[in-house]
């Protein structure tokens, strides 16, 4: 069975400083996803990693993957209060079986 | 480019009931799946349908149903509603294996009352 563990689950943190959420999961994966979601709101896509070594960037956000590891990163330079929201991963399993699995997510609050 | 559509936003049912959900996904996406979201048990997978098959289905009870039309609306439908069901269902869609990702609709929050 595929689970995926996101951590730190809450995360607090100023303007302009760097942190990065770390997504483990524990069987082998082809495809790994992140997405926001604001309360209230639906779930935003942000990035989608399919191989070994994908980086991708958009904005302040910077996600990574590493299929030997089983670790995908979502890294986050010179936050701004914008882009407090949850983040989650989800990873589809091999072979495009069972759907997405997601994380539990990270609850992130970025203050002034 | 019109976004992936759930009706209704909202619902209140009692105890007992039957639902049924509607999605609409992006036009040319075949793939939709659903999802339910809740504070204790996070997203959880429900089913998927690609070309009007059942694809793949999670870890949920026969109450839960779904099925998808020839243009590729989906809707999902739960009988016998409990407490337990009150949740966000969300459903997805993509364009076959989800190499380009999955949009997500708005989603239809259900309330069991």
Partial sequence: ?112 | KAGVTQTPRYLIKTRGQQVTLSCSPISGHRSVSWYQQTPGQGLQFLFEYFSETQRNKGNFPGRFSGRQFSNSRSEMNVSTLELGDSALYLCASSQGDGGHGYTFGSGTRLTVV
């Fill in chain 1, 1 to 112: 069975e595929l689970k995926v563990e996101q951590n730190p689950l809450f995360l607090s943190m100023q303007e302009g400083k760097n942190y990065t959420i770390y997504c483990n999961y524990s069987t082998t994966s082809d495809r790994l996803y992140w997405y926001r979601q604001d309360p209230g709101k639906s779930l935003e896509s942000l990035f989608v990693l399919l191989s070994n070594g994908a980086v991708k960037q958009e904005g302040r956000l910077m996600a990574s993957l590493d299929t030997k590891a089983r670790l995908s990163t979502l890294h986050i330079t010179a936050a701004v209060h914008d882009l407090s929201a949850t983040y989650f991963c989800a990873v589809r399993g091999s072979g495009g079986a069972d759907g997405l699995t997601f994380g539990k997510g990270t609850h992130l609050i970025i203050q002034p």
